[in-house]
């Protein structure tokens, strides 16, 4: 039977509570980068090398047993002459604490080997890591930090290092190699100011988004040590190839526009009055507008991405990579679809003159027709634009201009110097062939019929093989136009290619982002 008294015993007694343990703090407290160093960071850093000790040779504590030589035998890494470490012992089978452990012995810089074997070993940044510079890749070396990119570069500036060791380096890693940080940014910096005077001497009026993208490239020098001339050249090249492009359509346009007024008529570039051209050139400006936002952009975000995780990083620089080809490739396409107008432009003059052909019967070599095939000098009235009275008038407006297009007097034979040309015949190099086409002073004629007509001039005559000959430069001229029409497709292919494959890559970093957000969620 059950005493009651035990159980008045019971509950007269002092309950005692355990003791709560002491926790460590959440290691999540403190990501790094997340907050400031304070005890909490400290005791989990504490925790972490009590669980991970690292190991680089700094203390007894902090060493491994010593390696062993080729011959089996212990290295003592504290008295070792490194000339007696060969570079394939000590990259291949030293573990990187031993290298740590020999490289503090040496402030953090050795060279082991001669030659061809050679190699030139650094401590990196926070003495964690170790530096074989013939091992590092020209995709090692952008991924560096700054500190280590200017310690190599601070390494190779010293007289001591053979100049081979450096023209070694400098081939593996397609940069400048030799210099001190601030001869190097001095040399890259001068390849853009060159550029900068070079656009600015051309006096464009919309200059502004060149110059601007070169400003962004001399800042981004500032802010690195080693630099590739190869890629500076090529980033400069882009700017100078859009810019070159955009100022061929504005020299065409302006002048169009600024002719004197008794040339309205003449000196024609293109067969629709210079309409397709103003719209291209509108169209390039808004692209450069877009290029500059872009790189702007990409700057801002180089330097505030690390507050970004890796995905969200990849998929943004990705996103920029695919606008800039998207940009690219828009300006190709506007200047392929003005090399085909300029094809078609000369497909015009072409039928003219095949029409011209078709009037000789070929049995009398001497004789002399027009333009229109027609023979003798019989005086014909000409107007502006090319207006012919009888049947020689029946032409469309483009064939009129054309002939202005081509003709010596209107176009060819005047004193500036190549300003009417059209934008595709500046940037393909071609001189527009020109021949004695239309009336001009030499024929002009002053005679009034029986209606009261007054007859300005008659037209050129030429043989069959003469009107052959400029039929031939003109298939030749339109050859080399054509080959720039198949450049500029496979161009805008390749394009429009890495551009999509940058949208993919930034598509996969944000689906993995969100997957990586989904499986913390559900765990």
Same mark, same amino acid.
């Given at each position: ?10 509950? %007269? ?84 604490a ?26 990196g ?9 013939t ?65 600015g ?26 630099? %590739? ?27 169009k ?59 943004g ?97 005047n ?18 062939p ?33 009107w ?31 551009g ?19 499986s913390?969620?559900?765990?």
């Amino acid at each position: 039977m059950r005493n009651l008294t035990d159980d008045a015993n019971f509950f %007269s007694k002092t309950i005692i509570s355990p003791t709560e343990p002491t926790s460590n703090p959440l290691p999540t407290q403190n990501i790094t980068g997340s907050g400031d160093f304070n005890s909490t960071t400290l005791k989990n850093k504490e925790n972490y090398e009590a669980i991970f000790p690292f190991k680089d040779g700094s203390s007894e504590e902090a060493r491994l047993p010593s390696p062993l030589d080729e011959d089996g035998n212990p290295i003592d890494l504290q008295t070792v002459d490194p000339q007696d470490i060969s570079p394939e012992l000590f990259s291949q089978n030293f573990h990187s604490a031993h290298q740590l452990e020999l490289l503090k012995r040496f402030n953090g810089e050795i060279a082991l080997g001669a030659g061809d074997d050679r190699i030139d070993v650094l401590e990196g940044g926070g003495g964690r890591t170790v530096l074989i510079l013939t091992e590092i890749t020209k995709n090692d070396l952008a991924q560096l930090s700054i500190d280590d990119q200017t310690r190599i570069v601070e390494y190779l500036s010293r007289p001591d290092v053979p100049d081979e060791v450096k023209q070694k380096l400098a081939f593996l890693w397609e940069a400048e190699v030799g210099g001190t940080v601030e001869e190097n940014r001095a040399a890259a910096g001068e390849r853009v100011e060159a550029a900068i005077k070079e656009i600015g001497a051309a006096e464009s009026e919309f200059d502004e988004s060149y110059l601007d993208q070169l400003e962004i490239l001399q800042l981004k020098i500032s802010k690195n040590v080693l630099f %590739s001339h190869a890629s500076i050249d090529a980033q400069i090249d882009s700017v100078k190839e859009r810019f070159e492009r955009m100022n061929a359509f504005e020299v065409s346009v302006k002048f169009k526009d600024d002719r004197p007024s008794g040339l309205k008529f003449s000196l024609p570039s293109s067969l629709d009055n210079g309409v397709s051209m103003t719209a291209a050139l509108e169209t390039l400006l808004e692209q450069e507008k877009r290029m500059v936002e872009v790189q702007k952009q990409r700057l801002n975000f180089a330097s505030s991405g690390s507050a970004l995780d890796l995905p969200s990083l990849v998929a943004g620089l990705q996103l920029f990579d695919n606008i800039e080809k998207e940009v690219e490739a828009a300006e190709k396409t506007i200047e392929l679809e003005q090399n085909n107008e300029l094809v078609r432009y000369y497909t015009v003059m072409q039928g003219i003159l095949n029409e011209t052909q078709k009037s000789f019967n070929g049995e009398k070599p001497e004789e002399e027709r027009d333009v229109f095939g027609n023979k003798g000098n019989d005086p014909v009235r000409v107007g502006i634009p090319v207006a012919v009275d009888g049947d020689d008038a029946d032409l469309t407006e483009e064939e009129r201009t054309a002939l202005m297009m081509f003709d010596d007097f209107f176009s060819g034979g005047n004193s500036f110097e190549g300003e009417n040309s059209h934008p595709m015949e500046t940037l393909n190099k071609v001189t527009r062939p020109f021949d004695d086409i239309l009336p001009d002073e030499s024929t002009t004629i002053d005679e009034i019929n029986d209606d009261g007509i007054v007859f300005d001039g008659v037209f050129p005559q030429k043989t069959q093989a003469q009107w052959n000959l400029f039929s031939t430069q003109i298939a030749d001229a339109v050859t080399v136009i054509n080959q720039r029409t198949q450049i500029l497709t496979n161009d805008i292919t390749t394009l429009n290619q890495e551009g999509n494959r940058h949208f993919e890559l930034m598509n996969n970093s944000l689906r993995r982002s969100v997957d990586m957000i989904n499986s913390i969620a559900r765990a």
